[in-house]
């Protein structure tokens, strides 16, 4: 797995460079809208808030540039509003600005903005300074300012090429079911030759294990926020239906795999491979490399067509197993898991939601008089 991972990175670091190389050109183009039309329109000579804005609002994708959009208005607002009644209303001068310091601290200091709440008190800051020095218009145009620069950040992140994360989402995945089936089949490796799995799997296969499903979830939140609002051809045309129902599948064969390889890890004689429940081994190695070829074909469609047989097997299997000689209780804890498994991987998809228009439904018969 730390092989595949080193051998993936140079690919894996083009792509975030190739990322960042866009995000970073459409806050360019953004800063550079909003400082000529500041300076066509409001006839500022260096529209330095503007830039700033659409500088720190633009994000990879456009959800997130509207989230960062509504926290960067929400806190120059919130500073506005904390700073104006404390510069026209508080006397002396250091009391009003003390009080005003405070509370805008306070209010950034509260977390609901996230890294943003730094703008309350910058913008308090400064609003205090212009109310006080009666500067109401050097007030207006900075305001102004900060609008357009987060006017011109959402258009520029909503139209010039926003991501779409949803191949980065199908690698993720592709790697996920590769490495649950080789840990199945490494599970079978390790029934048939009275082994340790983590003799086989590796010491550390349960931390790759859970790492692949943390960076499965992280790829796939990421594409279906890519694609929310996005106007490009290949976000509309794009069917992600599948993805949420593949990762929860994969996730509780996952589950029942773990579980099955911390039996085996603390039982090693549970599948019966010595003595007189070696005839349980074979056929429960067997179901495993069976259970791996339908983990690495989950991907979203009809369950692989080897399932009900397997599942049949799998019955009489613990059918046999009631029957002297038994191997134990660890057995039968071995078969629950792996029938949990291949319940999980029986589950049919759901069908995507047929939109249908009102101008191409069914014609329904009407009444004649």
């Known amino acids: 797995m730390r092989g595949a991972w080193w051998s993936a990175l140079p690919a894996r670091t083009r792509r975030l460079g190739r990322t960042h190389c866009a995000e970073a050109a459409r806050a360019t183009v953004a800063a550079g809208l909003t400082w000529q039309t500041c300076t066509a329109l409001l006839h ?19 959800v997130r540039t509207a989230s960062a959009a509504l926290r960067y208005g929400a806190g120059c607002l919130l500073g506005v ?85 949803v191949r980065s989402a199908e690698r993720a995945l592709e790697e996920l079911r590769v490495l649950v089936a080789r840990y199945l089949d490494g599970l079978a490796d390790t029934v048939v030759g009275r082994g340790r799995p983590r003799d086989v799997l590796g010491p550390a296969w349960e931390q790759d294990l859970d790492r692949a499903l943390e960076h499965a979830r992280t790829a796939v939140d990421e594409a279906h926020e890519s694609l929310r609002w996005n106007v490009r051809p290949a976000a509309r045309h794009r069917r992600w239906h599948l993805d949420r129902r593949v990762l929860r599948t994969l996730s509780e064969v996952a589950r029942e795999l773990t579980a099955t390889g911390r039996l085996l890890d603390a039982h090693p004689m549970a599948a019966g491979t010595s003595g007189p429940g070696t005839a349980f081994a074979q056929p429960y190695a067997r179901l495993l490399r069976t259970t791996a070829l339908c983990a690495y074909s989950c991907r979203g469609g009809r369950p692989h067509p080897a399932l009900p047989a397997t599942r049949r097997a799998l019955t009489r299997l613990g059918t046999a197993r009631r029957d002297p000689p038994a191997t134990g209780a660890e057995a039968g804890r071995l078969l629950r898991h792996l029938e949990s498994a291949l319940s999980c991987l029986s589950a049919p998809a759901p069908a995507p939601p047929v939109r249908t228009h009102r101008a191409l439904g069914p014609l329904r018969p009407t009444s004649r008089r």
């Open 44 to 62: 500022t000579p260096d529209p330095y808030a503007g830039a700033v804005a659409a500088l720190l609002i633009v994000e990879t994708t456009v």
């Open 81 to 165: 509003l904390v700073a104006v009644p404390g510069a026209l209303y508080v006397r002396p001068g250091m009391a009003g600005l003390a009080l005003v310091v405070f509370a805008s601290v306070l209010l950034a200091r509260r977390g609901f903005l996230g890294h943003h709440g730094i703008h309350v008190p910058t913008t308090a800051l400064i609003t205090f300074a212009l109310v006080r020095g009666r500067h109401p218009g050097e007030l207006v145009s900075h305001l102004a300012e900060i609008v357009l620069g987060i006017a011109f950040g959402l258009a520029c992140s909503a139209l010039l090429l926003p991501a779409v994360r």
